[in-house]
């Protein structure tokens, strides 16, 4: 019913930045909070930013005040810049979702394909 596109991984230096984006299509009624989480080899996924539909954000203490999480309603878009980039922020990035399809029906999570990042010299 919702589909996830993401973009904007890539390969960057330690220092680099990137801005990933995350755009929904299909049937929406209205969307709460949108996140974005990440995997790297060997861990488990780990939430790194959220914000909810009133705006308030957090984040992981491990990308704070390097990670901005943004969304666009109208363009059903949340993003991610990631600023002074590290390597051990290399992972594959996952958006994620809160959905209702419909005025009458309950929410679910959606998922991103997952885009990588990677930071290396």
């Known amino acids: 019913q919702v589909q996830f596109v993401e973009s904007g991984g890539g390969l960057v230096q330690p220092g680099g930045s990137l801005r990933l984006s995350c755009t929904a299509s299909?049937?929406?009624?209205?969307?709460?909070?949108m996140g974005w989480y990440r995997q790297a080899p060997g861990k488990q996924r780990e939430l790194v930013a959220a914000i909810f539909s009133g705006g308030s954000r957090n984040y992981a203490d491990s990308v704070k005040g390097r990670f901005t999480i943004s969304r666009d309603n109208d363009k059903n878009t949340v993003y991610l810049q990631m600023n002074n980039l590290k390597p051990e922020d290399t992972a594959v990035y996952y958006c994620n979702a809160q959905v209702q399809v419909a005025f009458y029906s309950g929410s679910r999570d959606y998922w991103g394909q997952g885009t990588q990042v990677t930071v290396s010299s």
């Open positions: 299909g049937s929406i009624f209205r969307i709460y909070t």
